[in-house]
T-cell receptor
């Protein structure tokens, strides 16, 4: 089955800096890669996703890049703010109409004012 | 429109007891699934369903049963609770009407003593 590795497990940055979280996956058939943000005690919320026919996708301060050859994808957050502090999860799946996600173990991002 | 509703939100069980976590959705999504979240482990798939009357096992199905008699409901049953089942449980739904984005319920915190 699919295996997703996520690094780093914790990341501390100063407000205004950029943050990068990286994930690798094992199943070359995976074609859907969402990123979730989870605040303490809350549910995971989708923040951005990318499909394998796209190399990069941006949404304001958030961007995701995908390298299918190397089987890795990354989340980039620019101009970080304290409210970006949360746990971020990457996931991968074979999306053939529905998806069962395989998650990375998460990255705790702490943005200090 | 409530989205995905999970009950109960918190539950304490004694070892050996059985219980059912309820999940209901009003988005007419075809696909529903259950994940458990443990510290440092990300989210892991327990069971999933692609439609009424159809269920299948995920990564960690042992100790759990599911059924899908209606499109709206997907209960998760713990047959004989064990301390290893102490976790946070998330129900998720996905459907073509929402662009196949996966939505999570608010979670159910279960402690087995």
């Amino acid at each position: 089955g699919e295996n997703v590795e996520q690094h780093p497990s914790t990341l501390s940055v100063q407000e205004g800096d950029s943050a990068v979280i990286k994930c690798t996956y094992s199943d070359s058939a995976s074609n859907y890669f969402p990123w979730y943000k989870q605040e303490l005690g809350k549910r995971p919320q989708l923040i951005i996703d990318i499909r394998s026919n796209v190399g990069e996708k941006k949404d304001q301060r958030i961007a995701v890049t995908l390298n299918k050859t190397a089987k890795h994808f990354s989340l980039h957050i620019t101009e970080t703010q304290p409210e970006d502090s949360a746990v971020y999860f990457c996931a991968a799946s074979i999306n053939s109409g529905y998806s069962t996600l395989t998650f990375g173990k998460g990255t705790m991002l702490l943005v200090s004012p | 429109n409530a989205g995905v509703t999970q009950t109960p939100k918190f539950q304490v069980l004694k070892t050996g007891q059985s219980m059912t976590l309820q999940c209901a959705q009003d988005m007419n999504h075809e696909y529903m699934s259950w994940y458990r979240q443990d510290p440092g482990m990300g989210l892991r798939l327990i069971h999933y369903s692609v439609g009424a009357g159809i269920t299948d096992q995920g990564e960690v199905p042992n100790g759990y049963n599911v059924s899908r008699s209606t499109t709206e409901d997907f209960p998760l049953r713990l047959l004989s609770a064990a301390p290893s089942q102490t976790s946070v449980y998330f129900c998720a739904t996905q459907g073509a009407s929402s662009g196949n984005t996966i939505y999570f319920g608010e979670g159910s915190w279960l402690t087995v003593v």
